[in-house]
C-alpha cells in the first residue's frame, strides 16, 4: 500500500530531524541567553505551522541560530520580554512580505549565490559541532582530551558510519535514525563515559501558557524592537527562500514562496505568544529530514509534535542520548550540505560566477548571511550590467554622402550609456543623420537621457537627428519625458 508507506517513512523522517533538531535549539536559546525552553517552545510551534500551513513541505523550521544572533544584545539590554516582542513584530514583517508576494523575489538570487549559501552554511553546521568536543572548566572553556576525547570521537566515527552503510544493505529505515538510537544503546549498556544531552540542558516542561510579551506598548518599545525585528525577518526569509529552493531542487518539485512567508510569520507570532524564540527555515534539519525520506506535511508535523512529547513526556529518555551520536549525524549532513561539485567548476565557470561562489561561502562563515546574500547579489548584478555594457554596437550605412544611418543593437541603460556615446562621432557625420532603433532596447532612465544628449549634440553641430524604427515603448517612455518623436519613421 503506497500510501501507508509513505506515511511510515515521512514519519520516522520527522522522528529522526526531531532528535537533530533539540540539541540545535537548546545551543542557539544558550546562545541568546534565554531559557532552553523558549527555544524548543519555539521549535515546536514554528515547524508544526509551517508544515501544517506552509507552501514547501517537507521543510524543517524551527528556532534558528541565524536569528538567535541577532538578538543577543536585545535580550542583555533589555530582557526575554522584549524578544517576544521583537519575535511578534518580526513575524508581521514575514506575513507582510508574503501576502505582497514578494516571496518570488527569492528568483532573483543567482545559481552562483545559491551555490555559496549551501557551503557556507554547511562549514557552519560542521564547525558548529566542534562546540561539543569543548568542556568547562574552573579556569575557563578547554577541549576534551584524553579518555573523554577519544570515547567521543569514537562514538561520532561510528554514528556516520552506521549513516553511510546501513543503506547499502536496507532502506526500511532512516540510518540517521538507526544510528541515534543504536549508539545511545550502546553508550547506555557499556556504561561508556559520554556527554549527554542532559549535559546540555534539562528539557522536561509543560505546555506552553499564553501570554501577550510583558513590555510597555509605546512608542519607546517600538522605536527599541523594530530594528531587531526587521534584521529578523530579513535573516529568517533569507534563509527560509534560500532553503526552500535548494528543497524544490532536491524534490524535482515546486512549492509556493508566498504562502511559506505568510505560514512562517504566522508561526513567530504565535511562537512569541506562547513565550517560544523566533525561526525559520533550518538546513541542517532540513536535510536530514529528505535524506531520510520525508515528502509531505507529515513529517514536519511529526517533527514539530515530537519536540512537545520530548518536553511532556520523553525527557528522561532523550536526556541520554549521547551528543556525540548528533554530532555524528551532523557531520554527515554538513557533508552532504556542501556542494562539493562548485569546487570541480570553479576553474570552468566565468571568473565573476566563481569570485562569487566564494565571496558568498567566506562571508556567511565569518560574518552574516543577509549581508552574505546580498554581496553575492551586488557582485553578480555588477557583472551583469558589465558584460552588457559591452555588448552593445551599431551598424553604420553611409553609401550617401548626405545621409548616415546607425542601428545600433543591444540595450541601452545606466551602464552602457557612455561606451553608446562612443559609438556617434556628430562632428565628422553629414548634416542628415538616423537612428535606427529596431534593435535597440531602452532600458531606465539613463537610456532617455542618452537619447536626448546624443539629439543635443547634433543640435549643437548644427545637424539633424532622425529616429526610425522606434517601437511602441520606446516612443512611450521618450514621449513620457517630454521628448519629440514626432518625426519618427
Known amino acids: 500500500m503506497p500510501n501507508l508507506s509513505s506515511l511510515r ?123 561539543h568536543f569543548k568542556q568547562t572548566t574552573a579556569t575557563g572553556t578547554e577541549w576534551l582530551h584524553g579518555t573523554p576525547l577519544l570515547v567521543m570521537s569514537a562514538l561520532a566515527a561510528l554514528t556516520m558510519l552506521i549513516v553511510y552503510v546501513l543503506p547499502r544493505f536496507t532502506r526500511a529505515v532512516p540510518p540517521a535514525l538507526v544510528a541515534i538510537l543504536g549508539v545511545g544503546v550502546l ?104 535524506s531520510s525520506g520525508g515528502r509531505s506535511r507529515v513529517s514536519g508535523v511529526v517533527s514539530g509534535v515530537m519536540i512537545l512529547l520530548f518536553i511532556l513526556f520523553l525527557s528522561p529518555l532523550i536526556e541520554r542520548i549521547p551528543l556525540a551520536a548528533l554530532v555524528g549525524v551532523m557531520f554527515v549532513v554538513a557533508q552532504q550540505t556542501f556542494a562539493w561539485g562548485s569546487l570541480r567548476v570553479l576553474g570552468k565557470v566565468p571568473r565573476n560566477d566563481a569570485l562569487v561562489i566564494v565571496a558568498v561561502t567566506v562571508i556567511t562563515v565569518f560574518s552574516d548571511l543577509a549581508i552574505a546574500v546580498l554581496c553575492g547579489i551586488v557582485i553578480a548584478a555588477l557583472n551583469f550590467a558589465w558584460q552588457h555594457a559591452h555588448e552593445i554596437h551599431a551598424d553604420v550605412d553611409s553609401d550617401h554622402a548626405d545621409d548616415k544611418t546607425y542601428a545600433p543593437r543591444g540595450t541601452l541603460f545606466f551602464a552602457s550609456t557612455t561606451r553608446f556615446h562612443g559609438l556617434f562621432d556628430p562632428s565628422q557625420d553629414p548634416a542628415r543623420v538616423t537612428l535606427d532603433c529596431r534593435h535597440l532596447h531602452l532600458a531606465d532612465h539613463s537610456a532617455i537621457a542618452a537619447i536626448e544628449g546624443l539629439y543635443q549634440r547634433y543640435a549643437k553641430a548644427g545637424k539633424q537627428l532622425h529616429f526610425k524604427n522606434l517601437s511602441d515603448r520606446n516612443a512611450r517612455l521618450l514621449k513620457r519625458v517630454g521628448f519629440d518623436t514626432a518625426g519618427a519613421q
Not at 257 to 276: D, H, I, K, M, Q
Open 9 to 131: 517513512s515521512n514519519t520516522l523522517a520527522g522522528l529522526t530531524s526531531s532528535f537533530a533538531l533539540v540539541p540545535e535549539c537548546i545551543a542557539f536559546a544558550l546562545v541568546a541567553h534565554v531559557n532552553p525552553l523558549m527555544g524548543l517552545y519555539g521549535a515546536f510551534i514554528i515547524c508544526t505551522i509551517t508544515a501544517l500551513f506552509g507552501g514547501r513541505p517537507a521543510m524543517i523550521s524551527g528556532a534558528a541560530g541565524s536569528m538567535a544572533v541577532v538578538i543577543v544584545a536585545l535580550v542583555v539590554q533589555h530582557g526575554p520580554q522584549y524578544l517576544l516582542a521583537t519575535v511578534a513584530l518580526s513575524g508581521l514583517i514575514m506575513v507582510l512580505f508574503g501576502a505582497l508576494k514578494l516571496g518570488k523575489l527569492i528568483r532573483m538570487v543567482p545559481h552562483p549565490v545559491m551555490l555559496g549559501f549551501v557551503n557556507g552554511l554547511a562549514i557552519i553546521i560542521a564547525m558548529a559541532q566542534l562546540e
Open 187 to 290: 553508550a547506555q549498556c557499556l556504561h561508556l563515559p559520554t556527554r549527554t544531552l542532559g549535559d546540555m540542558a534539562h528539557i522536561a516542561g509543560g505546555l506552553p501558557t499564553f501570554a501577550f510579551p510583558a513590555v510597555p506598548f509605546t512608542l519607546e518599545t517600538l522605536h527599541i524592537v523594530f530594528p531587531y525585528a526587521v534584521l529578523m525577518a530579513i535573516v529568517g526569509l533569507l534563509e527560509t527562500l534560500l532553503t526552500f529552493n535548494l528543497t524544490d531542487d532536491i524534490t524535482e518539485t515546486q512549492g509556493q514562496p508566498n504562502r511559506e512567508c505568510v505560514a512562517l510569520g504566522v508561526a513567530n507570532v504565535v511562537s512569541s505568544l506562547f513565550g517560544g524564540m523566533g525561526g525559520c527555515a533550518m538546513i541542517g534539519q532540513t536535510m536530514i529530514n529528505l
